[in-house]
């Protein structure tokens, strides 16, 4: 069939417990460009996302500024100073597995110089927030995922909301088609659209993910995965799916008006215990 | 009656449970112009209360020192750095649905300024702490909502803190018919005091709250409410309601004497689960 | 008798349950002179001291670098930027009940010359750490308190920490009596001495204390009860008691060696609780 | 034996109840020289592990971009703002007991000098990450211990990681042997091998250890035990053996992917305080 409801057996599936020899090289070397000076947040709670759900090792890109706010909560990570001009003059970090770039970035053009800059290379690129202005996907040989709000969609199709809210499924899986790109249409069910056609939809999460933020730590989640799992399709399907059931986790404790994106990470791991057993 | 007591009962009324469609912006975006370099705190504690109780998205204008201070435990807000004077020459972010200005802030031509500039502006206005300089409210649209405690109180007033306390409710009463503003007169019994003549009395509450801070949490619950729920009237009450219910909460477990503001944020969810439950 | 020993019994007798009318003004402001750039964490500890306690509002005079760093954990207090500086040329925040001055300060002539220009104001200052250099005590009003640990106190006496640590009850008798101030000699046992003679010997604490930091939340914790309790005398023995009484519940939960000073005021209002029951 | 499985008996056989008198000065004092601005965390990590673990003072010789973002997280500590450079340059703090030096660091030029510097000091010298680029280690009266994960072995030793990891033990015990220094080689089942030809094996941990970080938060705690314990041997086969214990404490609750190393030393004091029982 085309599309399929990605459930907790699909999860039980594909992720498996951890060689016990592995390394932070086992898991992958992820590059997040994300975080100006007056939207830092929106990188931390990505870079949170990444490191909480199992990357080996974590680069965001940011400025100097952002990241002294982010580095406090998150040490583990290292950081490319005013990442984004650096890699639009074609610098670029050796041994990275994956990138995302966009969360709390507006300079459209610096973003270009920046995916120009990275388009040949072979690593998949997660393309989010303020990378997903109007723009051409150009082929090339890794996967581009996109992970665009409904408001955001409409940017890219050109299409209005409510078109989109009526025919979510057909319209990502056409744009994903046309365009070569794994689609992420947020919202409740979000769907996950990939160019052969085929696609998920999400049934895990809840209104407390109604809240700025919860996008960003969904897009770290899903460099996360992408960096540390074999396979891409279900990496990006657990993404989404962890990052709503840590939603439904955590309404059992506080109401669903008081969760706050920083609050997914925290119980990301408890969750991934009761479902990655053997 | 003109005065009622706001229980329980009033708040499991007014606040249901959310849309399962609904998405960050069903929740309004609020604008707190609060925190200076010498008191980055007031604006911490202010953006805690209204993304801890369900804004959908906080834009926070402040002094960069002050943001970056604040961003580590806010990283879901997002900031308007030298907010005060950029608002002062007219510049104003798009979509925001209410305003709050005051605590931490200290410059009242500054402050005065930027209430000029928005005052003709649609949009409820919650003036605190340092905006509540002896100030006259010209007629507007929208409703002003003021908090004040008792010495705050006795500045706009002329009143000894003496008198008012004597006499809280028909004082609070006057004031919020002549001016037309919504009147919070904080202290144990907090008094919400409306133009109509009506008002309510809270009950929640305790000496725990007797601590500077207190008073900024509430001031970011009440634009929180405002922007996520529909009733501008039960949203103040059940801002007021529940801050004192997080101190009620917080005594059980810590002697009141050691409660500080940014406790009662890390309770609000669950206190909330409790009385939301349909 | 000339000492006791400082027990459960007098902290149940001399801290009771705080009237439900009371305010932030109620608890009194404290100035807490602390914390360099290189040593900006000991200014934090103490703030935590003081607020974790019960004081009503606590100002911080400290460099605008360590403030940037306390601030981020410690939003309800407000902070006077370059206040050594500030102080040391005649400045003073209104409205102050008590001060505490030293820790992590270095620069001597600095602090004596903010200690002359407060001698005169009728306020309790404690005196401790970085403030604690060779150093005569003029008469003044209002009681001195100082806190040296056998190290510092053999600074001010001249005596070896071997002689001090063998007489450990007559030396500081002799010294609060001779200089007319309250000496609370720190380490396993503290003791206060008072200049009319008599003394406490605390019994409460362990050797988790035994870590860089310990002293400084202890400097917080007095100040913070000299503002908000009536009695200065039970204030300082209460604060002993309760900084040696959070160490002994700690270690129930975690081993001495990893218990740091910041875990001090976390479990604060929990021992609060049992003690303050009326 | 020539080899030991390094167990729970050995770790509360060599791990006792502190004396009720101690003092910090008891536990010593070590020097951290670690994090530049792009790697902050790494200095946070092993500053955590070292006062967590039991250290009396620690002093962090790092910049003060990064001491910004440590100082919030380990007010407990203090800070040689610019650190590297001072060192370099010959100076050096009084009382220091131990020095660790690497994490986070990349300038091999100035880390050769801060250790030509301190060659002569009768102090143990942990030499991790970026100090353990290929170097001669000249003869001198104190213990050095090297910390290399295999690929930095690798780099020390001319050898490939392959090599290295198929025949661990040997070639730690030959480089302990030749240059007379103590080498603990990362990874599962970690070796520690010294210059006398005897070593341990460490059998606790898993691959939650597999993320970038972990091996800061190592250094410290070696650096911490080295400070606080009367044995050099035990102090290194504990610190590696409760690193690892935390590991296997920390999956109970949390998935091993969402593990990160400012985990660790949260539930240090819990695991110590199973095994320091008498
Ligand atoms: N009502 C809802 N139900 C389920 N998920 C939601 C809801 N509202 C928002 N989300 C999720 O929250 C995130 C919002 O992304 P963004 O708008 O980029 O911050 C996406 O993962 C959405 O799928
Ligand atoms: N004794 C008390 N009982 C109940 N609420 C209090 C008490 N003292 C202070 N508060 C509340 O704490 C806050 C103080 O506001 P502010 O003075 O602006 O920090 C207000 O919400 C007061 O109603
Ligand atoms: N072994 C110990 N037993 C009880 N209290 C201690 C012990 N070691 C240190 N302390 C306390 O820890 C604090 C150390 O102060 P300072 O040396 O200024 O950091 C003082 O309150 C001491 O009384
Ligand atoms: N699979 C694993 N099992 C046990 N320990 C591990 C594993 N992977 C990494 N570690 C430990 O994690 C730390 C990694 O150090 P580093 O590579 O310097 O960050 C070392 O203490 C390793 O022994
Ligand atoms: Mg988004
Ligand atoms: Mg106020
Ligand atoms: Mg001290
Ligand atoms: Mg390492």
């Not at 990241?67 to 890699?87: C, Q, V």
């Not at 082929?139 to 299409?159: C, D, N, Q, V, Y």
Request: net charge positive.
């Amino acid at each position: 069939a085309k599309w399929k409801i990605w459930s907790e057996k699909d999860v039980k599936r594909t992720m498996k417990k951890r060689g016990s020899n592995s390394h932070k090289g086992t898991f992958g070397t992820g590059l997040l460009v994300a975080g100006t000076d007056e939207m830092p947040g929106s990188a931390m709670l990505a870079g949170l996302g990444a490191m909480k759900i199992g990357i080996g090792k974590l680069v965001i890109a940011t400025t100097p500024y952002a990241a002294s706010i982010i580095a406090t909560r998150l040490p583990e990570a290292t950081y490319l100073h005013d990442g984004l001009n650096k890699l639009a003059v074609g610098t670029f970090p050796d041994g990275i597995r994956a990138m995302a770039i966009g969360p709390g970035l507006t300079d459209e053009k610096l973003i270009d110089q920046v995916l120009e800059n990275v388009w040949e290379k072979e690593i998949p690129l997660v393309i989010d927030a303020g990378a997903l202005g109007k723009r051409e996907f150009a082929p090339r040989k890794a996967p581009i995922i996109i992970t665009p709000h409904p408001g955001e969609f409409s940017r890219l199709t050109g299409l209005s909301v409510k078109e989109i809210e009526a025919n979510r499924l057909e319209i990502s899986s056409q744009f994903a088609l046309q365009k070569n790109v794994i689609v992420v249409l947020k919202g409740a069910n979000t769907v996950i659209a990939f160019p052969n056609g085929t696609g998920f939809i999400n049934r895990t999460g809840n209104a407390a993910l109604a809240k700025g933020g919860s996008g960003d730590t969904l897009t770290g989640m899903i460099l996360g995965l992408i960096c540390s799992e074999s396979d891409i399709t279900s990496a990006i399907a657990n993404a989404v799916y962890l990052h709503g059931l840590c939603a439904d986790e955590l309404v059992k404790e506080q109401n669903e008006r008081s969760i706050v994106a920083g609050n997914i990470t925290n119980v990301l791991g408890r969750v991934m215990n009761r479902l990655i057993t053997d």
